[in-house]
């Protein structure tokens, strides 16, 4: 079992930046791919950011693609996301993922934990 616990969201004006953590529970954590998702007001969750268990591998929606950056460190089980310039339209509550395979991948059927989200409002 894989506890994650999402800190770092709060709310901030466009332009700005925001790291995000996410601390996961467990010893299996350098196996486990992880991702980021979201969900804003009145639409489905999408996808953000994953990476590999090893982080040799990472990829980005299209609409962070060049402003986010998705790291982590094994030997503390976190994650992280980096944001930078922020748009109001990156207004969402932030969801860590973890998979139980080592395979970065966007499609949120294939994680198998969840933490309870973060909330990122960005104002203009």
């Known amino acids: 079992q894989v506890q994650l616990v999402e800190t770092g969201g709060r709310l901030v004006q466009a332009g700005d930046s925001l790291r995000l953590s996410c601390a996961a529970s467990?010893?299996?954590?350098?196996?486990?791919?992880m991702g980021w998702f979201r969900r804003a007001p009145g639409k489905e969750r999408e996808f953000v950011a994953t990476i590999s268990s090893r982080g040799g591998t990472t990829y980005y929606a299209d609409s962070v693609k060049g402003r986010c950056t998705i790291s982590r460190d094994n030997t503390k089980n976190t994650v992280y996301l980096q944001m930078n310039s922020l748009k109001p339209e990156d207004t969402a509550v932030y969801y860590c993922a973890a998979r139980r395979q080592s395979i970065a991948t966007v499609r949120d059927s294939d994680y198998d934990y969840w933490g309870q989200g973060t909330q990122v409002t960005v104002s203009s």
């Open positions: 467990g010893r299996t954590f350098s196996s486990n791919a």
